[in-house]
């Protein structure tokens, strides 16, 4: 494939670096400060998208910044695959900007230069990480979005967030550390490079039970990706506020998670050698028994944004599922629910910031009857549910239609009943939630006035309104026009 | 001009004379003397070290004596780089440091400035050395500077501290100079390359065994390798902060150098390794150093000590890997020096900082330092990260191959104990930040989140610490073009 | 036996610094005064400046300095064994030098500590440094 060498994936991922000082340097102004992350964020997608033409051609962009090592340097290397994921994150920072604004602002948080700089840096190195040419670039960045998250995970600087903060460096960096640079250094010991390509990078030097071995410390290394047992970062990091919750830990980091698995499976371990190992029955089977406890689990929580973790730790594994599958349809189904989920859960998760900054409340017990004094955030909760659980017409459904046909293309049809049931799980922990939001009794006191007056609309402030609609409305037009990222997966993966 | 590699060396001694006799006629002369002494010295290191990668090692006779009677300089690749790094860090050092000796020693600033030049001179001297007695005699210069400045610091604990210093000091430089003996015995030469030519034809030698084994624990004893490292926390915390951030990163990595040259230019990879079988032994050694230092580095409550026992299992990292008798680890041992120094200077540059405005750096009065001096602990977390070992900042390149270097020799406990540390590590550096970040200032009176007026640092400690903590990304960065240009060529 | 007593007796310069170096370790670990522990200290550098200067030592030879000099070198021809070697003796001229400064910065060590605390017992100081 032809490689073109350009500047603009480094300038996509410095130009959120480089506004850091700007908006530190203006942090007492905080509208000046606001609008030099859009300008930012703006610059960012418009660079993002300017690549798109050249990758749809099935070109790719890249450019070496320093050689470390003989065979491994820190590169970028832009692809469908990575353009996919640079997209979805570079379009949601823009949105989630918005939705952060009347956010911290509704609830008159401390510290917002502070969060939105680290919020800066966390897209960068997404962004950075999206575009590694090679491992080692790939967990460089990996490793400074754990770092970079780690402030606004714990922003509310209180014991609980101490606690959460101990547990989500626990998991992320003690895997990171411990599992994913051994497995990398014996790749790169092994094979004296680290770049991804198609076929693999191993070429027979790996006997089965060592490739066994190598697969499992990456797949649990990048806990990110909310593998179980290492998935109890993701619950406790909830009492981020929650702009942080919706694109970091629904889009952004557990994403980059996926993303490097996705990455290692097929571009360090090639398509080939998982099939010809047989390991992807075994990666299936640990997205499998993740995919059903995480949505059992999600049933029984009565915090939000506790139940759209769990959520959002079932369907990563969704991704993981669809690639180890390793059909075709299996890994456009699992990439393409990158996207699909991205959009859907970061919806949920707007709605559920909006209920709280709206009404204070947190819980899924005093929600009910609220949807008809927030009709707006409760019809996008609907979509966006719909989304997750994969009915028509959002973009999800397309990820689940294209996962089952996979299982049934790789002849593993057991493994469909697990999506099948997966996705009734699904519906019961979100549909009620609508249910009784639309037509629950309000179980409010400030109004006991009048019982039989209509309920005043009281939504929350536009800022936050507003993100929620357009990812909602994202969310559908998905499902009509998927084209661009199934167009990015076919060339990225080199499928027909 | 030609005598640059004496210069490096000589001008620093100069202006410690001239520091010394200064501070009788006015205390605050000895400071700018000291300043443009090791500017020259600095100036010096950075051209012979270009005329290394330019043409080739240099040697210089000192008062144009040949060897092997007279002593020479011989300055490679190796030992090039070190002087580079040596003369940089002292020369920032004192530019970061005059305010905090007002501020310390404020009645001996003139001592301090001599002491500290005459600890400089011995560093490069034994770093630009060729001569084996010569070496033993500026360790020992090296080595009575600092005793006197762990007593210049605290004035309850450092003399105490210091007293045990030199007890152990005088113990591992007497096995040192002992081994010289032995290897005088055999070889009736005290050149290091006369001494190594020698030395090839008769390996087999009980005297030369004897020779090498008093070297090391010399040697050992001197860099603070774990079980030998009893003074090291001590005599860091007590001292003056100014010369704290000299000499951890500095001495301990000096001695590293010391170990490497005579293992690389006196007794020869194909004697240790071949000839020799404690390979082994020794990276089981710098294995338990390197996770006793961390499990000891957990106990402590000073940050200081901390990061002293931090450098103990830092000294486990270069011994390892410059014992596992490959090239992968003498690689990482020798980019470990560089990077380690950095880091440690950023560390305790920050540190510095610290003390300077809370006069106590016991972890648990750290309270809401990211507000208080949100400068000087970004330089802390970045100098942390490097520690830990997260790329792309320095100390993640050198682990890297540490750890190639252990696949390669099969030491896979070698391995597992460099990434154990780095979690350990990891736990200790967010244990700081933690009490850094979450917990309000004391005056705050449970309003966590009252705005806290910044009280940083003067400028000039700043600006030397954010350079150097810059540096340490820019240092990772660069590995591969260090290692290619300096490491590499030197090995071979 | 006879051979190890030959060996002793032949060798005995080097069993005598090694006795004279385990002396001056163990008073620098047991002894329990800073004094005697700088004692010991100093026995223990004695000990190796011994070493050295009996290595240069030569049966039957005699100082280095060269009678006949300059012109009539046609002389006697000087026999490197007839005069012992000097470089190590030499040598330690710069050790002693360093052994002198090493116990001139412990003695004033110790009056500052003695100063401070009022004793040079090691225990004390230890409880008295606790105390605090």
């Known amino acids: ?496 | 001009m030609d005598n640059y590699p004496a210069l490096i060396v000589v001008t620093p001694l100069l202006a410690a004379l001239f520091a010394g006799l200064a501070a009788w006629i006015e205390e605050r002369l000895s400071y700018p003397i000291a300043l443009i002494g090791l500017a020259v010295s600095l100036f010096s290191g950075v051209k012979v070290l270009m005329q290394v990668i330019g043409s080739g090692p240099i040697v210089y006779r000192i008062a144009g004596w040949d060897a092997p009677m007279g002593i020479e300089y011989r300055i490679d690749l190796l030992n090039a780089m070190v002087l580079v790094l040596v003369s940089a860090i002292a020369f920032f050092n004192l530019i970061a440091s005059c305010q905090s000796v007002n501020q310390e020693t404020s009645d001996r600033a003139g001592s301090f400035y001599t002491i500290y030049l005459l600890f400089v001179t011995g560093l490069l001297g034994v770093t630009a050395t060729g001569d084996l007695f010569n070496l033993y005699v500026l360790i020992e210069i090296t080595s009575l500077t600092s005793y006197a400045m762990v007593a210049l610091g605290d004035r309850d604990r450092g003399p105490m501290a210091s007293l045990n210093y030199v007890f152990i000091g005088v113990i591992g430089a007497s096995f040192y100079l002992l081994g010289v003996g032995y290897l005088y015995m055999q070889t009736g030469s005290l050149n290091m390359a006369d001494v190594a030519r020698i030395l090839s034809g008769i390996h087999g030698s009980n005297t030369v065994l004897t020779a090498f084994i008093l070297c090391m624990l010399g040697i050992w004893i001197k860099m603070a390798l774990f079980p030998m490292h009893v003074w090291l926390p001590n005599a860091y915390a007590y001292s003056p902060v100014a010369f704290a951030r000299v000499v951890a990163p500095l001495m301990t990595k000096v001695m590293v150098y010391v170990m490497i040259r005579l293992m690389i230019t006196v007794f020869g990879f194909d004697y240790i390794f071949n000839t020799l079988h404690l390979s082994q032994a020794v990276v089981w050694l710098a294995t338990i150093a390197i996770l006793a230092g961390g499990v000891m580095a957990l106990a402590q409550k000073n940050l200081k000590k901390m990061l002293a026992y931090i450098i103990v299992c830092e000294i486990g990292y270069m011994v390892g890997g410059a014992w596992m008798g490959n090239q992968l680890g003498m690689t990482g041992a020798i980019l470990h020096i560089l990077n380690d120094a950095v880091m440690t200077f950023a560390l305790f540059l920050a540190v510095g900082n610290m003390v300077y405005r809370l006069k106590t750096v016991e972890i648990s009065d750290l309270k809401g330092l990211f507000q208080k001096m949100p400068w000087t602990m970004t330089g802390f977390v970045l100098a942390g990260m490097s520690i830990i070992g997260v790329p792309p900042t320095c100390g993640f390149f050198s682990k890297w191959y540490l750890i190639l270097g252990a696949f390669e020799q099969g030491a896979w406990h070698f391995a597992a104990a460099l990434i154990i540390s780095s979690l350990i590590c990891a736990v200790l550096f967010f244990k700081v930040f933690e009490v850094c970040f979450f917990e309000p200032m004391p005056q705050g009176h449970g309003q966590a989140h009252a705005p806290v007026s910044i009280e940083e640092a003067p400028v000039a400690m700043l600006i030397v610490s954010g350079l150097v903590s810059i540096s340490i990304i820019v240092i990772g960065l660069y590995s591969g073009a260090i290692v290619n240009s300096i490491i590499l060529p030197f090995l071979h | 036996m006879t051979d190890l007593t030959a060996l002793i007796v032949a060798k005995y310069n080097y069993w005598l610094y090694v006795i004279l170096m385990m002396i001056g370790l163990y008073a620098m670990i047991a002894k329990n005064n800073l004094i005697k522990k700088l004692v010991g200290m100093n026995i223990f550098q004695t000990a190796i400046i011994l070493f050295y200067v009996s290595i240069g030592y030569k049966r039957d030879a005699t100082i280095p300095i060269i009678q006949s000099t300059g012109h009539d070198a046609h002389g006697a021809v000087i026999h490197a064994a007839d005069y012992i070697n000097p470089l190590p003796h030499v040598l330690m001229l710069t050790a002693i030098v360093v052994s002198v400064a090493t116990f001139g910065v412990a003695m004033a060590l110790a009056v500052r500590i003695y100063q401070r605390y009022q004793t040079l017992e090691e225990d004390e100081l230890r409880m008295r440094i606790s105390e605090e």
């Not at chain 1, 033409?53 to 962009?61: A, N, Q, Y």
């Not at chain 1, 039970?209 to 990091?237: E, N, R, S, Y």
Request: proline fraction near 4%; glycine fraction near 8%; include cysteine.
């Open chain 1, 1 to 496: 494939m032809e490689t073109i060498v350009s500047i603009k994936p480094l300038l996509a991922v410095l130009v959120t670096l480089f506004v850091i000082p700007v908006l530190v340097s203006s942090s007492s102004r905080p509208n000046v400060r606001e609008s030099w992350i859009f300008v930012a964020g703006a610059v960012k997608l418009i660079l993002v998208l300017s690549m798109l033409p050249v990758i749809l051609d099935g070109k790719l962009i890249g450019l070496t910044l320093f050689e470390i090592a003989p065979g491994v340097s820190i590169a970028f290397r832009v692809d469908g695959l990575g353009m996919l994921f640079a997209i979805v994150a570079a379009s949601l920072y823009i949105v989630t900007s918005i939705y952060s604004i009347g956010y911290m602002r509704g609830l008159d948080e401390h510290g917002q230069t502070r969060f939105v700089s680290f919020f800066a840096l966390a897209i960068s190195a997404t962004m950075g990480a999206a575009f590694s040419a090679n491992l080692l670039t790939l967990y460089l960045f990996y490793e400074v979005l754990s770092l970079a998250t780690y402030p606004l995970v714990t922003h509310h600087q209180d014991g609980v967030s101490r606690i959460s903060g101990r547990r989500y460096l626990a998991f992320i960096l003690g895997t990171s550390i411990g599992f994913v640079l051994p497995a990398m250094m014996i790749c790169y010991y092994l094979t004296g490079t680290l770049e991804f390509s198609q076929a693999g990078i191993f070429a027979g030097q790996l006997s089965k039970p060592a490739a066994l071995v190598v697969l499992l410390m990456f797949v649990f290394g990048f806990a990110k990706a909310g593998i179980m047992p290492f998935h109890t970062w993701l619950p406790a990091a909830m009492v981020a506020p929650t702009p942080v919750s919706a694109l970091l830990h629904a889009v952004a980091v557990v994403k980059v998670g996926v993303f490097s698995i996705v990455r290692v499976i097929t571009g360090i371990f090639g398509v080939q050698m998982m099939a010809d190992f047989n390991l992807g029955v075994v990666v299936m089977c640990i997205a499998s028994v993740t995919i059903l406890l995480a949505s059992c689990i999600a049933l029984s929580q009565d915090e939000l944004k506790r139940r759209l973790a769990y959520s959002t730790i079932s369907q990563l594994s969704y991704i993981i599922f669809g690639v180890a599958l390793l059909s075709p349809q299996g890994l456009l189904g699992g990439v393409i629910h990158i996207a699909m989920h991205a959009f859907g859960k970061i919806t949920l998760f707007f709605c559920a910031g909006a209920i709280f900054v709206a009404t204070g409340k947190k819980y899924i017990s005093q929600m009910s009857g609220l949807g008809r004094r927030m009709p707006f955030t409760f019809a996008a909760f609907f979509i966006g549910a719909l989304g997750v659980i994969g009915l028509p017409p959002t973009g999800g459904f397309y990820s689940k239609w294209n996962l089952i046909l996979g299982t049934l293309e790789a002849q593993q049809t057991i493994f469909m009943l697990v999506l099948l049931v997966s996705s009734f799980l699904n519906a019961f922990y979100f549909l009620p939630i609508v249910y009784k939001g639309f037509f629950g009794k309000l179980d409010d006191d400030d109004d006991d006035d009048d019982e039989r007056s209509p309920v005043k609309i009281k939504e929350a402030n536009l800022c936050l309104v507003i993100p929620l609609m357009i990812t909602a409305v994202i969310s559908i037009v998905l499902f009509f026009y998927p084209d661009i990222f199934v167009h990015l997966i076919k060339v990225g993966l080199a499928l027909k």
